[in-house]
């Protein structure tokens, strides 16, 4: 990588990403990098510095991802400085090509792809819980997956490589919609016994979708990101008529110091 400077833009909702992009961070510091790290939730894309290399981390959701994630992306400004870009997905199973779309974007906008890896990571979003054991050791798969990302960015020779996966997946992601269809599947729910209006949920809300009046009111912008449900301390938020289990890989604090 020319620049010495590494900018990681992401987003987590319940903390496989972030886990991963720590790991990548360790070890471009480690290297003489200096990485910062950005939640995409809170930074205009007009912002960034085109002089540093720069990393987009995101989760995969209905392979595709957030459309928050979508309109950051496609707002990121032309460079005329051959920027250096890389990418990295955390994923269940499946990423429907994101990868892909992705490049095209950044070649439209003239960046330099570098490498992208889409790595496996627990499902937070299952209807049977996890064995700890399960969880963790999927987790270090992950970490490991990491580390040989970042090497091989470092050394340049990682690659961009995607599936051939027809476009209408990562569009899917990208319109109204399908999210308003997956909302109306997936609606979350107060329990307004448990709820000790502490405000947890509506600082981590990426898109503002949560009012205090004093209890946490829904609005319709939910993205499904899980993070309200994840980090709720009285777990007092759950899914309307369906059994979803609740899963984070970090505390709400190592989410919010960015
Ligand atoms: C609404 C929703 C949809 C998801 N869809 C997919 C999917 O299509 N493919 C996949 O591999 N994982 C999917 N996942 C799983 C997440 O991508 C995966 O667990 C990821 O590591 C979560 O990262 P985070 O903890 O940083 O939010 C989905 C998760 C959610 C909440
Ligand atoms: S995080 Fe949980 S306890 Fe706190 S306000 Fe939200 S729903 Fe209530
Ligand atoms: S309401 Fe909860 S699940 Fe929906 S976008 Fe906000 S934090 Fe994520």
């Not at 400077?5 to 319940?14: P, V």
């Not at 460079?79 to 990418?87: A, P, S």
């Not at 994923?91 to 960046?111: E, H, V």
């Not at 490589?161 to 269809?181: A, C, M, N, Q, Y």
């Amino acid at each position: 990588m020319k620049a010495k400077i590494i900018d990681i833009y992401f987003f987590s909702g319940t903390g496989n990403t972030l886990i991963l992009v720590k790991e990548l961070k360790n070890f471009f510091s480690k290297h003489g990098y200096e990485t910062n790290l950005f939640r995409i939730e809170k930074c205009d894309p007009n912002s960034i510095n085109l002089d540093h290399t720069l990393g987009f981390a995101f989760p995969i959701a209905a392979f595709s991802t957030y459309k928050f994630i979508w309109d950051f992306l496609d707002k990121l400004p032309e460079t005329d400085r051959e920027t250096e870009v890389f990418m990295l997905t955390s994923m269940a199973f499946f990423s429907g090509g994101m990868t892909g779309a992705l490049k095209k974007i950044m070649k439209k906008k003239k960046y330099k792809p570098i490498g992208a890896n889409e790595i496996k990571m627990p499902s937070n979003f299952r209807k049977k819980e996890i064995s700890a054991e399960k969880k963790q050791k999927s987790i270090n798969n992950g970490i490991n997956k990491a580390k040989k990302f970042a090497h091989d960015l470092i050394f340049g020779i990682s690659n961009w490589r995607h599936l051939p996966v027809p476009k209408p997946f990562t569009k899917f992601g990208k319109s109204e919609k399908p999210w308003r269809f997956m909302r109306e599947k997936n609606q979350l729910e107060i329990d307004f016994v448990k709820c000790v209006k502490c405000g947890n949920c509506y600082h981590l809300c990426p898109v503002e979708n949560i009012e205090m009046t004093p209890y946490p009111e829904f609005a319709d912008k939910c993205q499904l990101c899980l993070r309200c449900f994840a980090f709720c301390p009285s777990n007092a938020i759950s899914f309307k008529d369906k059994k979803i289990e609740s899963y984070k890989a970090c505390d709400s604090d190592d989410i919010l110091q960015y």
